[in-house]
């Protein structure tokens, strides 16, 4: 399983980007998806991340939000304590991206 972390505007390329990681048989979790109203969406997302074995963080045009940082770093940590390569974190940066922010915002 494939966790996309998203930030509202960019929630149609994250829906673009879910839908044909399905059509090659992959199975993204994407919280618009996989979220419930009125469910614990914290705990939702934990588990996404400890189930699934790559997390693609999708970039915006400004960066990522504050609470997509909180879950990029889960994801990164969780990269850390896994030290074999069994847990990836992936940038995605859809057209209109920085380079440079998404570069600032990964461990170096």
């Known amino acids: 399983m494939c966790l996309l972390l998203t930030i509202a505007p960019m929630n149609k390329q994250s829906k673009t980007l879910a839908r044909k990681l399905t059509q090659v048989k992959f199975r993204p979790w994407l919280d618009k998806w996989n979220l419930v109203a009125d469910d614990p969406w914290q705990e939702a997302i934990e588990k996404a991340l400890a189930d ?5 963080v999708i970039i915006g045009p400004n ?3 504050p609470w997509q940082q909180e879950e990029m770093r889960a994801a990164i940590a969780q990269r850390v304590e896994a030290r074999i390569g069994t847990f990836r974190v992936i940038p995605v940066l859809p057209p209109g991206a920085s380079r440079k922010i998404a570069a600032s915002l990964l461990p170096s």
């Open 52 to 56: 699934c074995s790559t997390c693609a």
């Open 63 to 65: 960066g990522v939000a």
